[in-house]
Each structure stands twice: as C-alpha cells, then as structure tokens.
C-alpha cells in the first residue's frame, strides 16, 4: 500500500465527518452509566500512571466478568469515555471491568500489551476479593482494544505465572490485526512502529495460544481496510471461531465510531454474541 492508500483506509475522522457527534455521546452516556451503576473507580493493576480499571458489578453474585479496552490507536481515549459498555452486562448478572493503559507516545504499543496482559492476570488473582468473577473471563476490546484482545490470545500465560488460561471467550471489534499498514500511517509519529515491530506485534503473525472462541465484528460501513483486518485473523485463527459461526460479524449500517456503541444496547447483534461467549 502507498502512503496515500494507508491514510484513506485507516484515518477513521476523515472517513466519517460527523465523527464529533459519536466522540460526544461516549463521555456523555459514560456518565449516565457511572451514575446508575456506581462502580469502583481507579483500581490499580499495575506501576505505570494509566495502568487502572473501573469495576462494575451486578446486584447479584456475578455469572463471569467482561473486560474491555478501549481503541483510540494506542493513542488517545480514556476508560472514562466507555463505561456505557457495562449497562446490558451487567443487567445480565456479570461484572465488567473497563481497562486503562498508557498512551503512545509515552508508551510503547509493546508496552501496552504488556499492561493488559498484566490487567487480565491482576483480575485473575485479585477479582473475587473485589466482587468479580475471575473464573470466567470474556475479554472484549474495539480498534486498537481489539489489537490487545488479539494478542492477550497470543499470550503464553504459563509464562506470567498463571495456572492456566485465563480467557472464557473474546471478542475483537473494528480491530486492527495486521500492524504492517501503520508504519506508512501518519499517527506513526506517535507508534513510532517500524516493519520489524509491526511484524512482531501483529497478531495475524502469530499463533493463538486459546482454546476459547473469539468472535470477530466489524462495522459494514467501516473502511474496507478494517473490513479487511477482521477477514484475516478470522482466516488465520480458524480454531478460535465461536461454535456455529460461518462468517465475522459485519453489522449493519455502522461506522468505526458507531458500532462500539451497539454495547450499549442490550438487543445489538454485538452485545448478543458477546453475552454468548458466557454461555
């Protein structure tokens, strides 16, 4: 791809020009969800400045537990601006966890994914304490949430001193599973990505270390590069497709910005298969 191609396929503002409208409602039904479900603020997984999560719980004792990142291409965003995916979840009984991480540049995407791996094993050891279900763990992300979703499936858990695999389920949205057209993107400024990196934290590079399913969606008004970064992990991890599942989840009418909102209602397609993933 040229640079020119990259920038058409992967800037989502200039794809979508009302884009402002959808950056609005997050903060906005973000707060009418905190103030509803009033979860625990700021807790701390790990050492670096970002690196806490919000946890939302269920009246109830909890059935499992959603963990989700945020996108915003590792570089933008903040749990805050996403606590209206916890509504139909936890109306269903389970605990939610929305993660923060750090943010490029500060950070590197390597970096990131090191954080949230070190978020999933924290919740592991410390979720019951707190009121969650660490037993069954769906992980869902959007965009560059669902890079990380990708690769916590890549992750040799054995090695970060856990006794088995922690994830129940997964479900990437919009994510970005080939990190090769970044480094021609105008936001590597912030990446600072080159081919070798971009090879190596690419999940479609790798091997799913899961047994658990991994529903893959994307917004049918995407660009047809994201269309595309859904298709190719959806061929390279044919083991990981949820039971019945012929094809990725390509949902209707929706753009980049729009479709993360489907979480929030508790009939989308989207937050269907996610509560299927529980079962």
């Known amino acids: 791809m040229t640079p020119e191609e990259v920038e058409r396929g992967y800037n989502n503002r200039a794809a979508v020009p009302d884009h402002p409208r959808w950056l609005a409602h997050y903060p906005e039904a973000s707060a009418k969800a905190r103030?509803?479900?009033?979860?625990?603020?700021?807790?701390?997984?790990?050492?670096?400045?970002?690196e806490m999560l919000d946890l939302f719980l269920p009246k109830a004792r909890p059935r499992g537990t959603f963990v989700f990142w945020h996108g915003g291409y590792w570089r933008a965003f903040d749990k805050s601006d996403f606590s209206f995916v916890a509504m139909p979840f936890v109306a269903e009984g389970h605990a939610v966890a929305v993660?923060?991480?750090?943010?490029?540049?500060?950070?590197s995407i390597a970096t990131i994914v090191e954080q949230s791996r070190r978020a999933l094993a924290w919740i592991v050891h410390e979720g019951r304490a707190l009121g969650a279900d660490p037993?069954?763990?769906?992980?869902?992300?959007?965009?560059?949430?669902?890079?990380?979703?990708?690769?916590?499936?890549a992750t040799d858990w054995a090695a970060l001193g856990l006794s088995r695999d922690p994830i129940a389920g997964g479900i990437s949205v919009s994510g970005v599973h080939d990190l090769a057209p970044m480094v021609l993107f105008s936001y590597?400024?912030?990446?600072?990505?080159?081919?070798?990196?971009?090879?190596?934290?690419?999940?479609?590079?790798?091997?799913?270390?899961?047994?658990?399913?991994?529903?893959?969606?994307?917004?049918?008004?995407?660009?047809?590069?994201?269309?595309?970064?859904?298709?190719?992990?959806?061929?390279?991890?044919?083991?990981?497709?949820?039971?019945?599942?012929?094809?990725?989840?390509?949902?209707p009418a929706?753009?980049?910005?729009?479709?993360?909102?489907?979480?929030?209602?508790?009939?989308?397609?989207?937050?269907r298969a996610a509560l299927a993933l529980f079962d």
């Open 35 to 50: 103030a509803v479900l009033e979860p625990m603020l700021d807790l701390r997984y790990g050492p670096g400045p970002k």
């Open 99 to 107: 993660v923060n991480y750090d943010l490029c540049p500060d950070v």
């Open 135 to 153: 037993e069954r763990l769906v992980v869902g992300g959007h965009s560059a949430g669902g890079h990380i979703v990708a690769m916590l499936y």
């Open 188 to 251: 590597n400024a912030d990446l600072r990505l080159d081919e070798k990196e971009a090879a190596r934290l690419s999940p479609v590079n790798l091997a799913s270390r899961s047994t658990a399913p991994l529903a893959l969606a994307v917004g049918a008004a995407e660009t047809s590069e994201f269309i595309r970064q859904t298709r190719i992990l959806w061929d390279a991890w044919p083991a990981n497709r949820p039971a019945g599942a012929t094809e990725p989840l390509l949902i």
């Open 254 to 271: 929706r753009n980049h910005f729009e479709v993360v909102v489907d979480f929030a209602d508790a009939g989308s397609e989207l937050t």
